[in-house]
């Protein structure tokens, strides 16, 4: 009976201690989230006319047609047909979205928290068949004046699409001081996938898959759909495409910004390396190796068992290194070694087309070497063409495909001695 007296007294000593706690508020001026509640994205996917180019992300191939992500707000649609004169012919709503891969006539985008499977067997009229909800992190887009903290998000209120300037009054947490965190959009960190092992070839006329840039986070391996953000690799199957299913998902490390596939294999680039995972069984990817470097922003392509890395130095990459790594893969891709590096400017994006290398170079413009001497590469520069910003390519059967900030490039390089741009889809920012 003692016992459960005291027991009592103690929980009316922890009930008075509560109550009487003092609760603070402070008011200060911030950027407040806008939201958009979780209703209205799961019925905003939509086609409209063609818009102008305006904040463009990455860049996809698929079948004769561009796919340009127009950063957080869905999908510009390319008639690619005639490369000398690429057709603008419509827009696709996708809130959130940054990154897409295709597989048959199914386009899969990320729209914040979703996964989105879109039938585009009519380019012009893509249909919405599949949607798999809040199976991404909650993420905020960047708000434009960073000097000012962050309000408090209510996640229940649905997905920040902006931020606005206003004061605001909030209560303090009691247990510790304020601290904010930015959340993190997937555009920054990104991937790659072109397949070398498993996946379909890419063909004109049909192809299984679709081909990204070497700064995507989604990858295709035969029935699979790979996405990757900092730290966590999401598992779909895509065996039927109109149908994915989540597999799940498994931690892959930190840090991470890119992802290629090839041979079986993902390659990883982070902040601090290139990791390699084997795909022998792959809802359960393996890790194998890794190649260790100085922190920066690392985006990786593979071809010929090599490894072409660029790191990047800069605020957020960290030191201020800016070159080329070239890796030979060793047979069990374990005992990997570097051949040579080079120094750049300020790389992002690149791509490789048999012993042809595509450098997205910043504002250094795009670098065409030939890679067959891999110990001197930087002797064998065969083009360079500055004065662009550039972010990433895809080189495909002679045509490269470039975005940079001021808008969408092509060039025809089926006569390396001769490579020269063949269109032009400027970039027409807001006022």
């Not at 434009?144 to 209560?171: F, M, P, S, T, Y």
């Not at 149908?243 to 490390?253: A, E, L, M, R």
């Not at 890679?371 to 895809?394: L, W």
Request: charged share 25%.
């Amino acid at each position: 009976m003692k016992t459960i007296k005291n027991i009592a007294a103690l929980l009316i000593l922890f009930v008075a201690f509560n109550s009487c706690k003092d609760i603070y508020t402070e008011v200060f001026t911030a950027n407040s989230p806008i939201y958009m509640s979780y209703e209205d994205l799961r019925s905003a996917v939509k086609v409209t006319s063609p818009r102008d180019l305006e904040n463009t992300g990455k860049i996809y191939f698929k079948d004769n047609y561009i796919f340009v992500n127009e950063e957080l707000k869905g999908i510009h649609i390319i008639d690619n047909n005639d490369p000398s004169n690429p057709q603008n012919i419509g827009f696709i709503e996708i809130p959130g979205n940054v990154d897409i891969a295709i597989k048959n006539n199914t386009l899969f985008a990320d729209s914040y928290v979703d996964l989105v499977a879109l039938d585009i067997s009519d380019v012009t009229n893509p249909v919405e068949v599949k949607r798999i909800n809040d199976v991404f992190p909650y993420t905020t887009p960047k708000p434009e004046n960073e000097d000012l903290r962050l309000a408090k998000v209510d996640q229940e209120k649905g997905v920040v699409i902006d931020w606005e300037v206003k004061k605001i009054r909030q209560q303090m947490e009691y247990h510790y001081y304020p601290y904010y965190v930015f959340g993190g959009m997937r555009k920054d960190y990104s991937m790659a996938e072109m397949s070398d092992g498993g996946a379909a070839p890419v063909a004109n006329g049909g192809s299984a898959f679709g081909v990204g840039g070497s700064m995507a986070r989604f990858g295709l391996y035969d029935d699979y759909l790979y996405v990757v953000d900092k730290s966590t690799l999401f598992m779909f199957d895509v065996k039927n495409p109109e149908s994915p299913t989540n597999i799940g998902k498994q931690n892959v490390g930190w840090d991470i910004e890119t992802m290629f596939i090839y041979d079986n294999r993902i390659f990883f680039g982070t902040q601090s390396g290139m990791q390699i995972f084997s795909l022998e069984v792959p809802t359960v990817p393996k890790y194998v190796s890794n190649f260790w470097h100085i922190t920066s922003c690392d985006p990786v392509i593979i071809s010929k068992g090599y490894a072409y890395i660029t790191l990047r130095g800069g605020t957020r990459c960290g030191s201020s290194v800016n070159r080329l790594d070239v890796l030979k893969l060793a047979d069990n891709y374990i005992d990997n070694t570097l051949v040579a590096s080079y120094p750049l400017n300020g790389p992002y994006g690149l791509g490789i087309d048999d012993e042809t290398l595509f450098v997205c170079d910043g504002d250094a413009g795009l670098k065409v070497y030939s890679v067959e001497d891999k110990k001197h590469i930087d002797d064998h520069q065969i083009a360079t063409f500055s004065n662009i910003n550039t972010y990433d390519v895809i080189p495909f059967k002679n045509h490269l495909f470039m975005i940079g900030d001021d808008g969408f490039y092509q060039y025809d390089y089926s006569d390396l001695q001769n490579i020269h741009q063949i269109s032009f889809i400027p970039v027409k920012k807001k006022d």
